[in-house]
């Protein structure tokens, strides 16, 4: 069993930058491949970025490649979303999630992922 927390959101003005953080219980998180979701009222949720958790490939949503960096710190159990020049769109629930099928592969649908966190809100004012 894996449990997740986010911490970080909050509200910014476009342009500006947030770092999100997803803490991970549990001795193997190293065995975990780590995703960042988002879910917008109304709207589906949806998949930003990914990082394995062996080897730490990363891959990204087109929407936020470029803007965003997602990082993990093994010996801290912690998964990171650098997110620079937000905008709008970027206005969501963000959440962190854990796939036992991550070590080495990349999985971008939420179906992949076993465990969630209970999300955290990041609002970008224009």
């Known amino acids: 069993q894996v449990q997740l927390a986010e911490s970080g959101g909050g509200l910014v003005q476009a342009g500006g930058s947030l770092r999100l953080s997803c803490a991970a219980s549990?001795?193997?998180?190293?065995?975990?491949?780590m995703g960042w979701f988002r879910q917008a009222p109304g709207k589906e949720r949806e998949f930003v970025a990914t990082?394995?958790?062996?080897?730490?490939?990363?891959y990204y949503a087109d929407s936020v490649k470029g803007r965003f960096t997602v990082s993990r710190d093994n010996a801290k159990n912690t998964v990171y979303l650098q997110m620079n020049s937000l905008k709008g769109e970027d206005t969501a629930v963000y959440y962190c999630?854990?796939?036992?099928?991550?070590?080495?592969?990349?999985?971008?649908?939420?179906?992949?992922?076993?465990?969630w966190g209970q999300g955290t809100q990041v609002t970008v004012s224009s």
């Open positions: 549990g001795r193997t998180f190293r065995n975990y491949g």
């Open positions: 999630a854990a796939t036992v099928n991550g070590g080495y592969s990349i999985r971008i649908s939420p179906s992949n992922y076993n465990y």
């Open positions: 990082v394995t958790g062996s080897n730490s490939r990363t």
